[in-house]
């Protein structure tokens, strides 16, 4: 068997993303629910509020650091794997990546320290104050991957040099403000909120279900689903406008969602297909009649296109994209469903008493993070052929790498996120059944910056130490 280095470098790439994507949206979420956690507790002094900061600060960090170590790889990977795509697109993707590190990074690890390990050090408002500087930085992070990302799916404000072979940026803010960029980056963010809102209610069922820790367990499972409920019902409507703005600009994509090869009028929605790429057709389809067309078009008879209005070499393959576009969606119709139970429940004062709902909402921990990697899949592998799309194919930013060296590298790199994997998921595991510590009813925080920043004697003389031992 011939192994095709394109393939396997698209292989490698989306391993790596798939494991990274999974630690930036915990990160984002929880940093959020962090900071709301935090200003609750400065807000009311509940000491409960605090028990809850410190127990998913925890997880936050673990998830901060791996995720991390595994985002820096996919920048080398840019060189080691697409060198073609670094070569053209260097001048307009280069940017973007330095101003991620000196912004986000920077304010992260500026405030990150404070922030894990500075609540006994600095006063309540400095600590709450790097608390939302490392909100600001996961939010700024997204912000700019997310507008390199969707200007290779929607390229604006550049022009080709035929001299030079590169792009050469002409207006740097229509490079940023891509057509795709405005609905895409809310659609991510509402993403990270929702798989972290999932995972924290997740957690408090299982408290709840076991009986213990019943006090932070109510807290957490009514946060956790309140935040999921408001943040789902806002990413239905935005998901929409983003799959209209495929529509728009990538055609081919939104065609390959749907599952028609030939448009066709008054479509089902399919939920099943057997698609044969090299012949253009599905030989087994099932849906719902009628709801294709209602979904895209707002008609019973409305005409869904095919994905033969696309020329075959501009296609992408159909069975990922179909599949991947169908878990997202009916995971979020099923997060809608159980967020529209939980405020039914919550008004009829048995939150806490439907041990069957606890059990659901259990088992949604993880729907999230599927979610987030199957739209991830769906708006990657269904701009293929494409790098830049419409400009750049795959095949020609590929670097002149051996298959063989490619396959070992994927190995090595499945193997180590493996461990990585596991370790993350079995520390975590460990300090969810362990429990939230007790928190003591005095204030946790250290003083202001100020003493923080005097001069050791003048510090040990305001809290009466002498500096002699006897």
């Known amino acids: 068997m011939t192994l095709d280095p394109v393939v396997l470098s698209r292989i490698q790439f989306g391993l790596t993303v798939t494991f990274h994507i999974i630690f930036p949206a915990m990160s984002i979420g929880l940093a959020t629910f962090l900071a709301v956690v935090e200003g609750l507790w400065l807000m009311t002094r509940d000491e409960l509020y605090l028990r809850i900061y410190r127990f998913w600060l925890v997880i936050f960090a673990l998830g901060f650091g791996v995720g991390v170590v595994s985002g820096i790889v996919l920048s080398f990977e840019f060189g080691t794997n697409f060198a073609g795509f670094a070569r053209l697109a260097g001048p307009v993707i280069g940017p973007l990546i330095a101003l991620e590190v000196l912004t986000a990074f920077f304010l992260e690890g500026g405030f990150l320290g404070i922030m894990l390990f500075g609540m006994g050090r600095v006063g309540p408002r400095l600590h709450f104050f790097a608390t939302l500087m490392v909100v600001l930085g996961t939010t700024i992070s997204a912000s700019w991957i997310l507008a390199a990302n969707s200007w290779m799916h929607t390229p604006d404000g550049v022009v080709f040099d035929a001299a030079t072979h590169q792009f050469q940026v002409v207006d740097r803010f229509r490079v940023i ?7 895409r980056l809310p659609h991510m963010l509402l993403a990270a909120y929702i798989t972290a809102s999932f995972f924290v209610a997740g957690v408090g069922a299982y408290y709840l279900l076991r009986r213990e820790h019943l006090d932070f367990a109510r807290r957490t499972f009514s946060m956790g689903l309140g935040f999921a409920s ?24 939104f065609q390959a969602m749907e599952g028609y090869w030939d448009s066709t009028s008054s479509a089902p929605y399919l939920l099943f297909i057997t698609p044969h790429q090299s012949e253009a057709r599905n030989g087994i389809q099932l849906g719902i009649p009628f709801l294709g067309s209602i979904l895209v078009t707002r008609s019973f008879d409305g005409v869904v296109p095919g994905l033969k209005n696309t020329p075959a070499l501009n296609r992408p393959p159909m069975a990922p994209v179909f599949y991947a576009f169908r878990t997202m969606f009916l995971l979020g119709l099923l997060m809608f469903a159980v967020a529209c139970l939980s405020v039914w429940l919550r008004l009829r004062g048995s939150l806490f008493s439907a041990t069957w709902f606890q059990r659901v909402v259990q088992y949604m921990m993880p729907v999230g993070f599927i979610a987030t990697i199957a739209g991830w899949y769906t708006s990657e592998i269904g701009r293929q052929p494409w790098v830049i799309y419409g400009y750049l194919r795959t095949a020609d930013a590929v670097s002149p790498v051996p298959a063989s060296n490619i396959a070992f590298s994927i190995t090595l790199f499945a193997l180590s996120y493996a461990r990585f994997l596991a370790a993350f998921v079995g520390i975590t595991a460990r300090v969810i059944r362990k429990g939230p510590a007790v928190a003591t009813g005095a204030s946790p925080y250290g003083g202001s910056l100020k003493r923080v920043l005097m001069p050791p004697e003048q510090a040990n003389r305001l809290a009466g130490f002498d500096g002699d031992p006897s």
């Open 177 to 183: 403000f891509n057509p795709s960029y405005l609905v």
């Open 230 to 253: 408001i943040a789902i019902a806002l990413q239905l409507p935005l998901g929409d406008t983003v799959a209209f703005r495929m529509f728009d600009y990538q055609p081919a994509k």
